[in-house]
């Protein structure tokens, strides 16, 4: 199974950057996919989940109201919108997948994991 993230970058605190997760083969379209993220030094945590329909979705308490994920099924991609960005969003951002229907923030939950994307908020 490939999940690939991309749109990861240098922004300013207070700006937006778009996180794009592929799954070319398609073979993880019918699951729930999440973010996470792992700063250094930490350990990596829960951002936002969204359900295999993109009906339902799940964020964590410090980027709720400024992140959004949202899923193009006809794609088969999902995105996670970051706006307001602050210096505590800087981490390697991952893109995952379960084998299931339901959005989950539990990352034990996460069967498939992509290759992370960096995301640096830094003026």
């Known amino acids: 199974v490939q999940l690939q993230a991309s749109g990861g970058g240098l922004v300013q605190p207070g700006g937006s950057l778009r996180l794009s997760c592929a799954n070319p083969?398609?073979?993880?379209?019918?699951?729930?996919r999440g973010w996470f993220r792992q700063a250094p030094g930490k350990e990596r945590e829960f951002v936002a989940a969204?359900?295999?329909?993109?009906?339902?979705?799940e964020y964590a308490g410090p980027v709720r109201g400024r992140f959004r994920v949202s899923r193009d099924t006809d794609t088969n991609m999902v995105y996670l919108q970051m706006n307001s960005l602050k210096p505590d969003d800087t981490a390697i951002y991952y893109c995952?997948?379960?084998?299931?229907?339901?959005?989950?923030?539990?990352?034990?939950?996460?069967?498939?994991w992509g290759q992370g994307t960096q995301v640096t908020v830094s003026s």
């Open positions: 083969g398609w073979t993880v379209s019918n699951y729930a």
């Open positions: 995952a997948a379960t084998r299931y229907y339901s959005a989950d923030r539990r990352p034990d939950e996460y069967v498939y």
């Open positions: 969204i359900s295999w329909s993109g009906g339902v979705t």
